[in-house]
């Protein structure tokens, strides 16, 4: 199963059902259709130099108690798996961003309860060794 690393907090924002986009400036078309694994990477977004739209619905969102603050998200480690169901160049959503990035669009996102440890990520997709039904056993939220 492909494995892709991200940072948080999009990479809680999309196990939780919040994020539908993941932005990538390549394309991995194999992996549509596929279901992937999401790490949370040991670094966390620079939130001064990201998207401020982005940030805005971040800072809603801890403010509302929706998701924690970016310091108590789990970091380095597999924190559980969504569908990609497509690849577009334009896209209509929040999360969607400029035309320099393909928009990796996701579904049935799942979180786990804890966190699979163990694995170290990259920014590409790697192969991560689980079988759909070990995946499937995993406790989720």
């Not at 549509?32 to 949370?40: A, V």
């Not at 440890?117 to 995993?138: C, F, H, M, T, W």
Request: charged fraction near 20%; aromatic fraction near 8%; include cysteine.
């Amino acid at each position: 199963m492909k494995l892709l690393t991200i940072k948080q907090p999009w990479a809680s924002l999309i196990c939780l059902g919040i994020k539908d986009v993941e932005n990538r400036t390549w394309k991995q078309n194999c992996l549509i259709g596929e279901t992937i694994l999401i790490m949370s990477s040991l670094g966390v977004e620079n939130m001064a130099a990201t998207n401020q739209t982005w940030c805005v619905e971040y800072q809603r969102l801890v403010s509302i108690g929706a998701v924690p603050r970016i310091e108590k998200l789990p970091r380095g480690v597999i924190i559980g798996y969504v569908d990609v169901v497509d690849i577009k160049e334009k896209y209509d959503s929040l999360w969607a961003a400029d035309a320099s990035h393909y928009k990796y669009i996701l579904k049935d996102p799942h979180m786990f309860i804890t966190p699979l440890e163990g694995v170290r990520g990259q920014p590409k997709p790697i192969n991560y060794d689980i079988s759909i039904d070990e995946l499937l056993a995993i406790p989720t939220i």
